[in-house]
């Protein structure tokens, strides 16, 4: 079945610092890629939709110049978080559709800001 | 407006006796359901999903869930719950993944489920 890799799993880093996320899929071509956040005990909220070649649309309320998304090739996008600080910590989670079935989960990538 | 809604947040059931999350949604298009569990920490599982055909559908771990397409419904449910059971259920609904505009899922609060021994 359709799988998408989602790198790293859970990561630390220092407030001001930038931290770059990656999804992969493995085994079909990903046309389009969404971003969700988590944050604890609550639902996951949509951030942003990239189409491959394209500028990624964000949601209302997050900020593009802080949550950066690349989505160069059929096969990978990448989040990044610019300038993190504490208020960024979450459970960021992508999921991807194109010639696979849709709404193929990566593992989730659990930020912690300090 | 399209939403889901998990109306229960917490749930307790004691070992071996069954369960039922509600799940109802509102979608301008055909509905494809989703159930997913998410344990402490990590990432989301799949439980099962409905897209077409017979209402009734079974997933893993012994869940199944049933649409009901005039009450907008999507109750996942097992006849008998074990203690691994504990965690927290999503209830998600989105557009035909295989059509040329697969959109996002939108996903319900969630449900969280404790058991009992």
């Known amino acids: 079945g359709a799988v998408v890799s989602q790198h790293p799993s859970w990561v630390i880093c220092k407030s001001g610092t930038s931290v770059k996320i990656e999804c992969r899929s493995l085994?079909?071509?990903?046309?389009?890629m969404f971003w969700y956040r988590q944050f604890p005990k609550q639902s996951l909220m949509l951030m942003a939709t990239s189409n491959e070649g394209s500028k990624a649309t964000y949601e209302q309320g997050v900020e593009k110049d802080k949550f950066l998304i690349n989505h160069a090739s059929l096969t990978l996008s990448t989040l990044t978080v610019t300038s993190a600080h504490p208020e960024d910590s979450s459970f960021y989670i992508c999921?991807?559709?194109?010639?696979?079935?849709?709404?193929?989960f990566g593992s989730g990538t659990r930020l912690t800001v300090v | 407006a399209q939403s889901v809604t998990q109306p229960d947040i917490h749930i307790t059931v004691s070992e071996g006796a069954s369960l039922e999350l509600r799940c109802n949604y509102s979608?301008?298009?055909?509905?494809?359901l989703f159930w997913y569990v998410q344990s402490p920490g990590q990432g989301l599982q799949l439980l099962l999903k409905?897209?077409?055909?017979?209402?009734l559908v079974q997933g893993i771990k012994g869940f199944e869930a049933e649409f009901k397409r005039s009450q907008s419904s999507f109750n996942l449910r097992k006849p008998s719950v074990h203690w691994s059971d504990a965690a927290e259920y999503f209830c998600a609904v989105g557009g035909d993944p295989y059509g040329g505009s697969q959109g996002n899922l939108i996903f319900g609060k969630g449900t969280k489920l404790s058991v009992k021994p």
């Open positions: 999921s991807a559709t194109g010639t696979g079935p849709g709404y193929t």
């Open positions: 409905y897209f077409s055909g017979d209402t």
């Open positions: 979608y301008g298009a055909t509905p494809y």
């Open positions: 085994d079909f071509q990903a046309t389009t």
